[in-house]
């Protein structure tokens, strides 16, 4: 015997109802039958996109190991430094881009710097006292100093 609640009502219209209050059409496709095609050629042109990225990628990985190779036997000593500094080539990019940042940033200061305003020594204490030689100027007195 079955119970009412595993039987399921037939439904009218193109659209079925989920338990979330969302439709969803009945032929499969979630955007109508009108996008319905369209949504599948997005889809398989995405898979496309995505296989070409891929061997792209590994095409890449390919020449890049190569040249990792080629550095190795010409270029023995740079090597063994550049893998001495971490992980391999990831470590020499940033070994690079630091050695870069030194030697440009004395450079690129100078170069951004602005002329500075022009300076001028003002001396207070000379020989002669910051009142100059007469004391201060306009009196006769002695200066509170003295």
């Known amino acids: 015997m079955t119970s009412t609640d595993d039987r399921t009502e037939p439904v009218d219209d193109r659209t079925g109802d989920r338990t979330d209050g969302r439709t969803e059409p009945v032929d ?3 955007f109508g039958p009108e996008l319905g095609p369209l949504v599948d050629e997005v889809r398989r042109f995405a898979g496309a996109l995505g296989e070409k990225a891929q061997e792209a990628s590994a095409t890449t990985l390919i020449a890049l190991s190569g040249l990792a190779d080629r550095l190795r036997t010409q ?6 430094h550049l893998t001495a500094a971490g992980s391999g080539i990831a470590a020499a990019g940033a070994e690079l881009l630091a050695a870069y940042r030194a030697a440009v940033a004395g450079h690129e200061s ?14 207070l204490d000379g020989p002669e006292g910051p009142d100059g030689p007469d004391g201060p100027e306009g ?3 002695p200066s509170a100093k003295q």
Not at 75 to 80: A, W
Not at 110 to 123: H, L, N, P, V
């Open 110 to 123: 100078r170069w951004t710097a602005g002329q500075g305003a022009a300076a001028e020594k003002i001396d």
């Open 139 to 141: 009196t006769d007195e």
């Open 75 to 80: 270029q023995p000593e740079v090597y063994t």
């Open 28 to 30: 499969g496709h979630p």
